[in-house]
């Protein structure tokens, strides 16, 4: 009698090990073997980690095994399982792969397709295109789209962390709640003796050293020395946290009327103002998404502020990119004067610090939350929706948003809520943060999401002009190395144009992405059908990328650049100055966060900035969603590459006070998941 061998992988997370019945059947193109118990008498089988071999005899062929069908039953208790993936050994010595990554849950049965990847339209009989038919049904009933807020990209539709699908919660020893770490992180930087005191102001401003003992950073501290320097505020349009910003300067607005006269004194060309323009030297950082915000109320014994400043910069004669004037309002006028470095010490350095208050309410809400968070969970919620788990550019893209739709989740009921944390610290908490996203939302077009694009919009491109911009230089090498990968693995599946315009399951994804996922809104501008192979090349850079790189970019520098307060206000506690000579220490100190919400803004900004234990980085695929061999020489491929772009930021980086590795490839997790 012909017998196959089976061989079992449980998963190594916590708890994925399980005592219940687990029963399979082998499913051929002639027939199916018959429903076998996997069982050793005396052996205690599916352990957490343990890979466990089993012999299923037949009576006759069977056929090609096509699928396996895993049933789990209850013993005793429900006992979740956690299964890898099954091999099958044929009487003719043949070995094939079933990869499963996923969690039983309950009495459930799971039919595994072989591990080759498929295009809908490589499936042939009715069977196997029956099934990719009932996963896709069962995962579109699982995953259903729900909007948060009016005017936010879609999400998935659960209010609670523990109505997710079992399959994208966390692994236990990987969980994220965010009060405990919020928590946890306030009592590491021995902040929690402050926190008694809320609404108390500092003394001065060295009193804001007195919760930075725990600093061991070297970023942080030089922050803390030279926060008041005019050098280490431009620096961070280019490197820090927010380094998407910045543009080119093509015109002076009308309602920034800085003149020559006013910024003469520090221009150091010989050249007008205009002619500084005209020769690509003037940059710009508006944020005037913050006019109309609302500040946050929700304390009633303290007023918090909000401003929509206005910085001209100045690339000068070393490179270096230098504050030219300061507005801190969108509408000009003797109650909205323009700040200059010829002004008062205190006047100029409280004019920045507003600028660098707005800054990281834009960097939170939009660069951050917005622009990775959320659309990350968009592409995440549509690809479950409408790629079975055979299709490649479902194994492509599945590592890259690991956990993001739970992390999003935990957000949404503990951080961004009514009541949530966020409220507790920022400025733009109460719901300012909600309206500041639906009006981003206007400017957030498909085209923003490609790197190239959105720093060529910028006009922030020349290598000349801003030799510095290691956020543009390194960010180039990482979406270029991705593309090349994405590139190779779309070229291996799909033959032409014509394969990518008849794939019914990649349309569907594009399309849910745009009509539900982005809500269909006129100004997306996102594709709802791609015609070519580089269309779709494009595309799965941009979901990728966002979800790992950018990310990155924007979210493990929060401590080096958060942590001194007075370089990233959360909130501001005086209004913003109305006219010049008024500006003191006293009147910064007031203005700045009082103890406590500097102590929940600093716990926050650690919290967020921790990678987690057993990170996965850009290129580390442990998960083998794909078996085929040119598959697995083009992860090789890429992973060469991005060691080679790591060994250059390394090199780059060495002796500089200010490292940029952000965007070092072993330093990018896989997917937003923190």
Known sequence: MPSYTVTV??????????????????????????????????????????????????????????MVRIEKKKYWVQ???????????????????????????????????????????????????????KELEWRRKEYRWSEWQPGFPMNIDAKRYSELPRDIQ??????????????????????????????????DLDDFERIFVRIKNTISEYVMKHWKEDFIFGYQFLNGVNPVIIRKCLELPEKFPVTHHMVA???????????????????????????????????????????APICLLYRNAVNKIMPLAIQLGQTPGDDCPIYLPSDAKYDWLLAKIWVRSADFHIHQTVTHLLRTHLMSEVFGVAMYRQLPAVHPVYKLLIPHV??????????????????????????????????????????????????????????????????????????????????????????????SDETVEADEEIQAFVKDVCSFGMQDFDYCEFPKSLKSREELVEYLTVAIFTGSAQHAAVNSGQYDWCSWIPNAPSTMRRPPPTQKGVADVQLIVDSLPDRGRSCWHLGAVWALSQYQDNELYLGMYPDEHFIEKPVKQAMESFRRELADIGSAITKRNEGKRLPFYYLSPDKIPNSVAL
């Open 170 to 203: 966390f692994d236990s020893e990987k969980g994220m709640d965010f009060i405990l770490n919020y928590t946890k992180a306030i009592e590491n930087l021995c902040v929690n003796q402050f926190m008694h005191m809320f609404q108390s102001s500092w003394g």
């Open 402 to 495: 690991r956990f993001t739709i739970a992390i999003n989740t935990k957000a949404r009921e503990q951080l961004i809520c009514e009541c949530g944390i966020f409220d507790k610290a920022n400025g733009t908490g109460g719901g300012g943060h909600v309206q500041l996203i639906q009006k981003a939302m206007k400017t957030l077009t498909f085209r923003s999401m490609c790197f190239p694009d959105a720093i060529r919009a910028r006009g922030v491109d020349s290598t000349e002009e801003l030799p510095t911009y290691f956020y543009r230089d390194d960010g180039y090498k990482v979406w270029d190395a991705i593309k090349s990968f994405v590139s190779a693995v779309v070229n291996i599946y799909y033959s």
């Open 79 to 133: 006992d979740d399982w956690y299964c890898r993936y099954i091999t099958v050994k044929t009487p003719a010595g043949d070995y094939l792969e079933f990869p499963c990554f996923r969690w039983l849950v309950g009495d459930k049965e799971v039919q595994l397709r072989d591990g080759r990847a498929r295009l809908p339209q490589d499936d042939k009989t009715m069977q196997t295109r029956q099934h990719r038919y």
């Open 265 to 307: 004194p520090c221009l150091e060309r010989d050249l007008t103002l205009e002619e500084e323009i005209q020769a690509g030297n003037i940059y710009i950082a508006d944020y005037e998404a913050l006019e109309g915000i609302s500040p946050n109320r929700t304390d009633p014994c303290t007023l918090q502020y909000l401003a």
């Open 9 to 66: 992988s449980t998963g190594s997370q916590w708890f994925a090990g399980t005592d219940d019945y687990i029963y399979i059947t082998l499913v051929g193109t002639e027939r199916c073997s018959d429903r076998t118990l996997l069982d050793k008498p005396l052996y205690n089988d599916f352990e957490r980690g343990a890979v466990d071999s089993y012999g299923v005899s037949v009576g006759e062929d069977l056929g090609v095994v096509e």
